[in-house]
């Protein structure tokens, strides 16, 4: 800028320079020195303004530059906050996913265990069915077989005849209602023995053959003597059969 252009700026726009100018004039003419120092100090002030305004420049620069890194971080940040917001949608998308098939696998296992505990169940059942029909068969087949070993010991060792006595409960006296009732029996010097075979015996075994034996003396006239064998006897059938006077034979 021209020095006389930057003069008349400075009269216009720096009040205490343009009051200095003024009492310049009005008091005494300017000397040669006075305009020199004027220049100088209109010098310094041009110095101090493009010094002032080069450092306002490099802090524009600075702002700016910062301004610049600022913006490009935060659109760093805003791509890696979408991104990772993607990412996280993924991971509960999958996580939906496996816990949906696990609910499916495990309500599956849940519906396989039902059905094989049913098929568990009528296994065992069938099988219990088949036990009992086998300890059935086997304990008739024991009792059968002992009936049998009795017999002939009681024929041949203590010459006694072993016969079936069978009649018909009319009234009920043995097992509540009518039907045929049907124990061995053995008489030996006007004695009558009334024995009763069981593979296992228990406290019903004993009131059974307690009532067959008030049944017979009802029709036969004559109070027999009681044995049950079996190769076991409940504790609680023993301890009836001592009350009824039933001889009990067993291991």
Aim: hydrophobic share 40%.
């Amino acid at each position: 800028m021209p020095l006389k252009e930057e003069f008349l700026q400075l009269l216009r726009e720096d009040v205490e320079f343009k009051e200095q100018i003024k009492r310049l004039i009005t008091t005494d003419l300017a000397t040669k020195d006075d305009i020199h120092h004027v220049l100088l100090e209109l010098k310094h002030l041009r110095e101090d303004f493009q010094r002032e305004t080069t450092s306002l420049r490099e802090d524009i620069k600075h702002l700016r530059e910062d301004f610049n890194r600022m913006n490009t971080e935060l659109k760093q940040l805003r791509e890696d906050f979408q991104r990772e917001t993607i990412a996280l949608r993924e991971d509960i998308k999958q996580l939906r996913e496996d816990f949906n098939r696990m609910n499916a696998e495990l309500k599956q296992l849940r519906e396989d265990f039902q059905r094989e505990t049913i098929a568990l169940r009528e296994d065992i059942n069938r099988l219990d069915m088949r036990l009992s029909a086998l300890g059935t068969r086997w304990g008739l087949m024991a009792e059968e077989a002992t009936r049998t070993a009795l017999r002939e010991f009681f024929t041949k060792k203590l010459n006694v005849s072993v016969s079936s006595w069978e009649t018909f409960d009319e009234e009920g006296v043995v097992f509540g209602k009518p039907t045929i009732v049907e124990v061995d029996i053995a008489v030996k010097n006007d004695e009558h023995w009334l024995i009763e075979y069981k593979a296992s015996a228990n406290k019903s075994d004993i009131a059974v053959l307690y009532r067959i034996g008030e049944l017979y003396e009802k029709i036969e006239g004559k109070k027999p003597l009681l044995f049950l064998v079996s190769p076991y006897v409940d504790p609680h059938a023993k301890s009836l059969a001592k009350k009824l006077k039933i001889t009990v034979y067993t291991t």
